[in-house]
């Protein structure tokens, strides 16, 4: 298989990307981890902890998406599959925001609820 310097640049910045967020995903949860001693950790601040750090992570991978539609339609260069193929990446990236803020939005509401806050 031959590569050339769109593909190493491409799986480059996307790898470089992904470890950004898993770092900055890392650190918040190690930060959730380690903030209470293990005898007073209260359940639902964990879980709401825990759903914030799901969250972030979903919404770094739509960004992702996002970015990469954007870059495939305008690397297009007038070809209509490929300008297709990065608007249908654009739309399904931006549903996924939507998905996840709306998500966020209930979880938030429902855990809210049952705390009593």
Excluded at 39 to 53: N, P
Excluded at 93 to 114: C, D, E, K, P, Q
């Amino acid at each position: 298989m031959k590569f050339n310097k769109k593909y190493i640049c491409r799986v480059l910045v996307l790898t470089g990307a992904v470890s950004v967020a898993c770092f900055l995903v890392a650190h918040t949860a190690l930060a959730v981890a380690l903030d209470p001693p293990i005898a007073e950790i209260d359940i639902v601040k964990l879980l709401t902890r825990l759903i914030k750090v799901i969250f972030a992570f979903t919404g770094v991978l739509a960004l992702l998406q996002f970015i990469y539609g954007g870059l495939l339609w305008m690397t297009s260069g007038g070809n209509a599959e490929k300008v297709k193929k990065g608007k249908d990446s654009l739309l399904w990236a931006i549903l996924g925001i939507i998905v996840v803020f709306l998500s966020y939005a209930l979880v938030s509401f429902v855990i809210t609820n049952i705390r009593g806050v």
